[in-house]
């Protein structure tokens, strides 16, 4: 697309000017991109009024879902009394569009989890570039829709008992790619807390590293995967439990949404998914 708009010049226009706009268009749209999955959500998180501040244009207005309009200084006061604790937030863009006055649109579904349940919502926002700086105008949200319970991917009460272990020890996967080794270690800390660490190397470089805790917290399970370079974790619920297994689940999360842990008496083996794509493990135990 690049090429064709940089062979397709207006009369006049420099090849240079073409691409400067294309490249100018694309940071635009990696910073819009970044303030609504990254910067708005946290700001609520932490209840960062400074960065509101600066997300938000002093004339920034508001429709939420009840039909309620609200301000630049209502949100400011709503996050200073109150913080965005939920379980898991993403937010999914599915418009997000520059225009030529120097307005954009970002649109898409907010997903929200506490407990056993994913809630949505819809919405759409208006951003203007001011000096340089995108500021958000308007924000209209609408749609919340409750979606079913997440035990065994449908409805019913989190499984709350659970023995793991199987998994204590450390662990060498044995299907790895050739030139990686990749290992897992758990210890329990108590009956209500398990933790873990993964991480790969290459040579004497470890290129990859996770580190995961499985907890009881408001009697049910809990699976939270913090990746290398990530600041939040990714939380899962753990959504069934076996003697010797257990399976997590978080629909939202784009790749893996399912993952599962069992001992099959000789091998400790897992598997994440989506649906979709499967990427098994195998792991023996290199300890006593």
Not at 33 to 62: C, S
Not at 273 to 288: A, H, L, M, Q
Request: charged share 30%.
């Amino acid at each position: 697309m690049m090429v064709l708009t940089l062979c397709c010049c207006q009369p006049g226009e420099r090849k240079s000017d073409v691409a400067d706009t294309v490249m100018d268009q694309a940071s635009d749209l990696e910073t819009l991109r970044y303030i609504k999955e990254v910067e708005w959500p946290k700001a609520y998180r932490e209840q960062d009024t400074v960065l509101l501040d600066r997300i938000l244009g002093d004339d920034f207005q508001m429709v939420t879902a009840d039909g309620e309009w609200s301000n630049k200084a209502l949100q400011i006061e709503r996050i200073k009394a109150t913080a965005m604790d939920h379980d898991y937030f993403s937010y999914e863009i599915k418009r997000l569009e520059l225009l030529e006055n120097g307005t954009a649109i970002i649109a898409g579904t907010g997903h929200i989890i506490n407990d056993s349940e994913e809630t949505n919502y819809e919405s759409s926002n208006i951003l203007i570039k001011r000096e340089g700086i995108w500021k958000a105008v308007l924000s209209h949200v609408s749609g919340i829709t409750q979606l079913e319970a997440m035990h065994e991917h449908g409805t019913g009460k989190l499984p709350s008992e659970g023995d793991f272990s199987y998994l204590l020890g450390s662990w060498e996967q044995t299907n790895e790619e050739a030139g990686k080794e990749t290992f897992e270690q758990w210890k329990k800390i108590n009956d209500e807390l398990y933790i873990g660490l993964g991480y790969t190397m290459m040579a004497s470089d470890t290129i990859w590293k996770e580190d995961v805790e499985l907890r009881l917290s408001e009697d049910h399970w809990h699976f939270e995967v913090l990746g290398q370079g990530d600041s939040i974790p990714t939380p899962f619920k753990v959504t069934k439990i076996e003697a010797a297994g257990f399976e997590c689940y978080n629909p939202v999360n784009e790749f893996p949404k399912t993952i599962e842990y069992w001992w099959d008496g000789a091998l400790l083996k897992a598997k994440i998914s989506d649906g979709e794509t499967e990427i098994p493990f195998e792991f023996k135990k290199i300890d006593n």
